[in-house]
């Protein structure tokens, strides 16, 4: 069973930040290729991809960058008759003359949405994001585990309440531990430069000129603040990637040393496309000290120390 | 590819398909660019894994182990998926 490759976005919409999606999505784009050329079963057995809900504008752009990125040649649309004309018109416009590989003919099948699906309001979603972070950090309680619990407990209440109090009180499948991380030792980064007003930019440049993207794709320094109470924080993986047992903690690689040892590279493009080795939540900050403490899947040192902020919090 | 709107049932779309694979004994790789409410690990992010046989569980209905700290419970197998470890370990199939 294999880990997954995860890249952190941090907003639970993808329209908040486009570029960045997109980056994200090229980036995976090229990891899954380059796994599919080392790997024939892989390759003969394809891969399967589903998207978020978003289809309309800039939704619909990203859809077609995906099926170009990801070489897709069947593309299913659940009960949604406009957006299926719209991509048959796309396969049929775009037919390329030669087979490519990587451009392979498109074919659209339309699915009607079956009748067991459930309309779900943004309360419930909240509340089964929330449902997901804690299965994270401590584990998908099992039915076996359930059965065997509740057959031990008293069967003499019988009601909702005392039965959902009972569920809860079941030991949980993970522990995870509180850790305590000095800033000092690690680079807190989110994503999204500084938009500076018309006023400071200079003279000759207006704020239309510079595109936004550069400024969303930036990651920058994250400043220790009252905002980062319950966010949740993913730990990217260590640039020095070595086999081993990480006895010792991970020095921190400033992003002036990343500067160096990326040479002409942007130290910064280096960890938009470091994937994702695992995720933090913040449960105290001490502002005077520097010091977060942080709700961790395992003890012991963070894999590496580059760490990314999103807008997702979690509280416990 | 599996597209639509919000609600309209895509992720159990894709873990059926998915599920239908492996019993079939292919190795896909699952897509998740959900970043709402993804299937693989917390909200707020996209990801891919390869399947196999051994992903579905008879309990559990999809049991994927989630993005954890590889390095800490062992040191040597660092499965993660860092694209240099990814080509050593390939290269030798």
């Known amino acids: ?316 | 590819m599996i597209v639509g709107p919000h609600d309209s049932g895509k992720s159990t779309l894709s873990r059926i398909l998915s599920a239908y694979a492996t019993r079939l004994d292919r190795t896909p790789v699952l897509v998740d660019l959900d970043v709402g409410l993804g299937m693989l690990s917390v909200p707020g992010c996209i990801g891919a894994v390869p399947l196999d046989r051994n992903c579905f569980d008879i309990e559990v209905i999809f049991s994927i182990s989630h993005s954890h700290f590889s390095h800490a419970v062992s040191g040597q197998l660092r499965n993660g998926y860092s694209s240099d470890v990814l080509l050593r370990t390939h290269k030798s199939c």
């Open chain 1, 1 to 316: 069973m294999a880990t997954p490759l995860m890249y952190y976005f941090g907003h639970t919409n993808p329209a908040e930040n486009i570029p960045l999606y997109k980056n994200y999505i090229t980036n995976l784009a090229q990891k899954v290729d380059l796994r599919q050329e080392h790997d024939l079963n892989s390759l003969s057995s394809g891969i399967i991809v589903s998207t978020s809900g978003w289809i309309d504008g800039p939704g619909y752009d990203t859809l077609l960058d995906v099926i170009r990125l990801y070489s897709i040649d069947v593309v299913i649309v659940i009960g949604h008759d406009r957006l299926y004309s719209l991509l048959s018109t796309h396969a049929t416009s775009s037919a390329p003359a030669s087979s490519d590989p990587s451009n392979p003919p498109l074919t659209v099948i339309k699915l009607p949405k079956s009748g067991g699906t459930v309309y779900r309001s943004d309360s419930d979603r909240r509340r089964l994001r929330r449902t997901k972070i804690t299965e994270y950090f401590y584990g998908k309680r099992s039915p076996s585990d359930l059965m065997t619990s509740l057959s031990s407990l008293s069967s003499a209440t019988s009601t909702a309440t005392s039965l959902q109090s009972q569920i809860e009180s079941l030991p949980n499948r993970y522990s995870p531990s509180r850790i305590d991380l000095s800033l000092k030792n690690y680079n807190l980064l989110k994503p999204g430069g500084i938009q500076l007003p018309q006023s400071m930019m200079p003279l000759s440049q207006s704020m239309e000129k510079t595109s936004t993207a550069i400024n969303e794709l930036k990651l920058v320094p994250c400043p220790l603040s009252i905002d980062l109470e319950h966010a949740v924080i993913a730990v990217l993986h260590g640039t020095n990637t070595l086999h081993g047992v990480n006895a010792t903690a991970p020095t921190l690689v400033t992003l002036s040393t990343l500067a160096e040892s990326a040479g002409d590279g942007d130290p910064l493009q280096l960890l938009l496309s470091t994937n994702v080795a695992g995720f933090i939540c913040v449960v105290k900050i001490d502002l005077e000290h520097d010091i977060l403490t942080v709700l961790s899947p395992c003890p012991g040192h963070l894999p590496s120390t580059n760490i990314l902020v999103g807008a997702i919090k979690w509280v416990e």
